[in-house]
């Protein structure tokens, strides 16, 4: 009996290195063999200018240490000694990054909310690599988002909802993705970047922060989904997530205006509301009546200024 366990355990032994053999050599493979006709992303996010240009952003949005400790003030003497190392660890696929620390913060309305505080070479990094993918998706995106996006902002979407109301859009859902942050599934995510990001080197850079683990208490877990919210990344992930999303209802003809997990779905009759969602609000003189399947009314707060 004891000799059949130990040969049970020396077969998933060897199963299990020569699956980490497999996956080591793949990995390589996308740095050493890639396609020269692919473009080179990774090279221009490790631009020079490229990487100036983050490590100012991150330096005016300021923000607390990650799990080493390193402040903002200490960064910038640690990459002019570190700069050329890092760059070519980046560069050769050898970079890891560092688990981010969870913080948990209040909400407004009671509960937590639970943020990642990434290193902050972490941050330079991931806004190295945003300011780089940005360009491809910001144009795909819906006119309808306004969340995380270059001169939009939480103001233009209620503005937004005002427009459709005039035009006669009074029936409205409002939703709230709960937990979105925490629960983006990676191989959804990573195949949507994948359709338009040719380089694979940079896939397995954005696989590597989502991998990358919480450290909780003194103690790292790892993450199998979600992006969490206080990386530089994150909010370009979460609406390339949900881009399908909004232009899936606008293919519907259902006006789908959404500030990052805050969404109002609009129409101009009850029944496409029932049959989309299966609950309606009625826009009246500024104040929303919410109906229930039922046909229960209650008072509810303005659709104009919706929680963002």
């Known amino acids: 009996m004891g000799v059949e366990n130990n040969d049970s355990c020396s077969q998933r032994d060897s199963a299990e290195r020569k699956g980490y053999v497999r ?70 696929g050898k970079y890891t990054p560092s688990p981010v620390r969870r913080v948990e913060i209040p909400k407004p309305d009671g509960g937590i909310r639970k943020l990642g505080i990434p290193t902050v070479i972490d941050r330079i990094i991931q806004q190295a690599l945003a300011q780089q993918l940005m360009p491809i998706f910001e144009p795909l995106f819906s006119e309808n988002s306004f969340g995380y996006r270059p001169g939009r902002s939480a103001k233009d979407a209620i503005l937004r909802i005002k427009e459709y109301a005039e035009q006669g859009y009074t029936r409205a859902v409002v939703l709230d993705l709960s937990k979105y942050f925490d629960t983006l599934n990676h191989t959804i995510l990573l195949n949507l970047l994948r359709q338009r990001v040719k380089d694979e080197r940079v896939i397995q850079m954005v696989k590597r ?85 039922s046909g229960e009314k209650s008072d509810s707060q303005y659709i104009c200024n919706p929680k963002i």
Request: overall charge positive.
């Open 23 to 92: 996956a080591h050599r793949s990995f390589n493979r996308i740095w050493k063999e890639r396609d020269s006709t692919e473009p080179d992303i990774l090279g221009k996010i490790l631009d020079k200018d490229n990487l100036n240009r983050a490590y100012k952003r991150v330096k005016a949005n300021k923000g607390a240490p990650g799990v080493d400790g390193m402040t903002i003030e200490a960064a910038l003497p640690w990459l002019k000694e570190n700069h050329k190392e890092l760059v070519e660890r980046i560069r050769k």
């Open 209 to 293: 922060y989502l991998k990358s683990g919480v450290m909780e208490n003194g103690v790292v877990m790892e993450t199998e989904e979600g992006s969490p919210q206080g990386g530089n990344l994150s909010p370009l992930l979460a609406n390339v997530y949900l881009n399908e999303f909004d232009w899936e209802f606008k293919r519907r003809g259902v006006p789908c205006i959404r500030y990052a997990d805050d969404i109002v779905l609009l129409a101009k009759k009850r029944a496409i509301l029932r049959k989309t969602v299966g609950i309606q609000y009625q826009i009246s003189r500024g104040k929303t009546t919410t109906e229930n399947e």
